[in-house]
């Protein structure tokens, strides 16, 4: 079975620009999340999205948002990008048939970078 | 605010020998402590939950622990191949997950 895949692998953008990063959870799952890895940091929670409905938000300004679709993939979308966006952007899928306490299944990640 | 803190933030091992690495955490309502590993370009990868103070798991050369107040994940005998980033992280009552900064882990043949 295939795990959860994101796209692109890499990004370059400049600073300003918009960008908008996609998430395809394991078949099955219904629950997504994203988080954003800076070098030498752990991962920080950024959004988690079951049956479509944003469950939780973390830290994070307005310029990121996202959606979640009824396939249940979903996108991350971060405006007016800033030099300080540039990390690992990783989604996670879990089945989300209980709230909450669920192992999650990551991707390898969006690389992006901010110029 | 929940907070995790890993320690040491790099560990380098002989192959063969033991040790263990630390995570402290505050929480408020533990709904679960996570380890994960994470190797250089992927996302993380899960090993164990721990649901409340007492509790022990192993997989293989890993045995994880749980107190009130700290988790431990001990590697016995590690090899070469356990090299990785170790990641640490708790569930609170807000249903958020907090990762540690993790422990970069070298074991050298």
């Known amino acids: 079975d295939a795990g959860v895949t994101q796209s692109p692998t890499h990004l370059i953008k400049t600073r300003g620009q918009q960008v908008t990063l996609r998430c395809s959870p394991i078949?099955?799952?219904?629950?997504v999340s994203w988080y954003q890895q800076v070098l030498g940091q752990g991962p920080q929670f950024i959004f988690q999205?079951?049956?479509?409905?944003?469950?939780g938000r973390g830290n994070f300004p307005d310029r990121f948002s996202a959606r979640q679709f009824p396939n249940y993939s979903s996108e991350l979308n971060v405006n007016a990008l800033l030099l300080g966006d540039s990390a690992l952007y990783l989604c996670a899928s879990s089945p989300g048939t209980v709230l909450g306490d669920e192992k999650l299944f990551f991707g390898s990640g969006t690389q992006l970078s901010v110029l | 605010e929940d907070q995790v803190t890993q320690s040491p933030e790099a560990l380098r091992l002989q192959e063969g020998e033991s040790s263990s690495l630390n995570c402290s955490y505050t929480v408020s309502g533990l709904r679960g402590l996570f380890w994960y590993r994470q190797d250089p370009g992927k996302g993380p990868e899960f090993l164990f939950t721990?649901?409340?103070a007492g509790e022990e798991k192993e997989k293989e050369r890993l045995k994880a622990t749980l107190t009130k107040k700290e988790s431990f994940l001990h590697i016995t005998a590690p090899k070469p191949e356990d090299s990785a980033t170790y990641l640490c992280?708790?569930?609170?009552?807000?249903?958020?997950?907090?990762f540690g900064k993790g422990t970069l882990l070298t074991v050298n043949p």
């Open positions: 721990l649901y409340s």
């Open positions: 078949s099955g799952h219904k629950s």
């Open positions: 992280a708790v569930e609170g009552s807000n249903y958020k997950l907090t």
């Open positions: 999205y079951y049956e479509k409905e944003e469950r």
